[in-house]
């Protein structure tokens, strides 16, 4: 029997990217386990226990900017307690900043880049065969003399309906533990990638192309009636950057959720400028009863700084009549965005006051992630093409600064946000 590889993940809900890498492994022979961390609350102690069980000799390990030291502390204790064991990071941070990574961190031995189904089994292929690691498309590396190697990027996956559904069955904790004993039994799912806008603050364009790649509808009507099936799931969750991208898509799938009554709720993200009030229609009468806004801004100047493409008039029609409609909506804000001013924060608070959204109210910091044009903005102040990670949180104080000149208009702009709309 082949050994296991092993997937690491720091998320809070079922990670359905090492899910479909770990179905495209068992496509291959090759069983994999998946160990969310994170959910399980596990301990180093317990990671070295759970390893020398499954006894695998490759560990794939995921992150975000915002865990990729944990991931760092994790393969840095495999590598200690398994020298001989091959360790490959993936994920958005490390897509953008493997050069830097493999240079600082001698534990971590490949990066898969981009997309990682194909990529990630002919990696378990090739170095179970002993063979070239150049003839892997889509990683970086260290070669013999420890000069980082990266090979052409791997094709994006075209048609998405080839994939296997995701391998839940393999993912540590069960499906039943991530549900918890909730009435609403609520699952996420995701039936497209690619983004054709250029938002200057958002990776996903340059991570998974401009091509908007969509599963069909009978492909998603299938896969809902396996949860349903499978797990008793009752609501879905769509977990795409822009649901509703392709409008007639969405109409026709209302109709199928319809026609084969499926008696599920649903929500979904996307942007105001793809929904008109015919289709919120329909979405409400297939079960839609949540809608996730990326407002970002109240200001038009910032808006049109930051590339959204958005105009406010329009989100605030779409957020009112999915609201009459009786759908809650979920608005969220980011907060130093480039062009911020006391006035344009106001125009926020404004924004919550005159569309009354009944779902949660969202008002982030700005955050600057590699893979964006703000992060490589931002990097040719320092005279690079790339920020050394330790400088990313410098760099995001330095940037709120510029904007804000008073540290308590945060505070002040939460505490305004009338209480009957923010929903913790």
């Excluded at 064991?85 to 240079?103: Q, S």
């Excluded at 822009?242 to 209302?254: A, S, V, W």
């Excluded at 926020?348 to 044009?373: A, D, M, W, Y």
């Amino acid at each position: 029997m082949k050994k296991k590889p092993l997937g690491y993940v720091n998320l809070s809900t079922i990670p359905l990217g090492l899910g479909y890498i770990a179905a495209a492994l068992e496509l291959d022979g090759v069983y994999s386990t998946i160990i969310d961390m994170n959910f399980l609350e596990m301990k180093t102690n317990d990671l070295k226990q759970r390893i020398e069980q499954v006894k695998p000799n490759i560990v794939g390990i995921s992150s975000m900017s915002s865990n990729y030291q944990n991931a760092v502390d994790v393969a840095k204790s495999i590598k200690s307690w398994f020298p001989e064991t091959t360790i490959v990071l993936g994920g958005v941070h490390a897509t953008f900043m493997y050069e830097e990574i493999l240079n600082s961190v001698p534990e971590i031995d490949v990066i898969v880049r981009y997309e990682g189904e194909i990529t990630f089994s002919q990696l378990v292929k090739t170095i179970e065969n002993r063979g070239d690691l150049k003839t892997v498309k889509g990683i970086a590396f260290r070669d013999e003399n420890r000069k980082v190697v990266t090979t052409p990027q791997m094709e994006l996956v075209e048609d998405l309906d080839s994939l296997p559904f995701p391998a839940y069955h393999l993912i540590e904790p069960t499906v039943e533990e991530y549900i918890g004993k909730h009435k609403i039994r609520a699952f996420p799912l995701l039936t497209t990638r690619g983004c054709p806008y250029d938002c200057i603050f958002c990776s996903t364009t340059a991570l998974h192309g401009r091509k908007y790649r969509t599963r069909s509808v009978s492909n998603i009507i299938e896969h809902i009636e396996y949860l349903i099936d499978t797990y008793r799931i009752n609501t879905i969750s769509f977990a795409d950057d822009n649901f509703t991208m392709q409008q007639d898509r969405i109409f026709e799938l209302c109709n199928q959720i319809k026609k084969h009554n499926l008696s599920i709720q649903w929500g979904c993200s996307t942007r105001t400028d793809l929904l008109s009030t015919k289709l919120l229609r329909k979405m409400k009468e297939a079960g839609c009863n949540n809608l996730f806004f990326g407002i970002e801004s109240a200001s038009e100047k910032v808006l049109k700084i930051i590339k959204k493409g958005v105009s406010i008039a329009h989100s605030k029609k779409i957020v009112k009549q999915a609201e009459k409609l009786g759908i809650k909506t979920h608005c969220s804000f980011i907060l130093g965005l480039p062009g911020e001013t006391s006035e344009s924060l106001n125009d926020i608070i404004k924004f919550i006051k005159e569309t009354k959204p009944t779902g949660r109210v969202l008002p982030n910091l700005l955050e600057n992630h590699p893979g964006t044009e703000l992060y490589q903005t931002v990097g040719k102040q320092f005279n690079q093409s790339q920020i050394p990670f330790p400088d990313i949180a410098q760099t995001q104080i330095e940037m709120l600064l510029t904007f804000y000149k008073q540290k308590s208009k945060t505070d002040e702009l939460i505490k305004v946000i009338p209480p009957d709309i923010v929903v913790k």
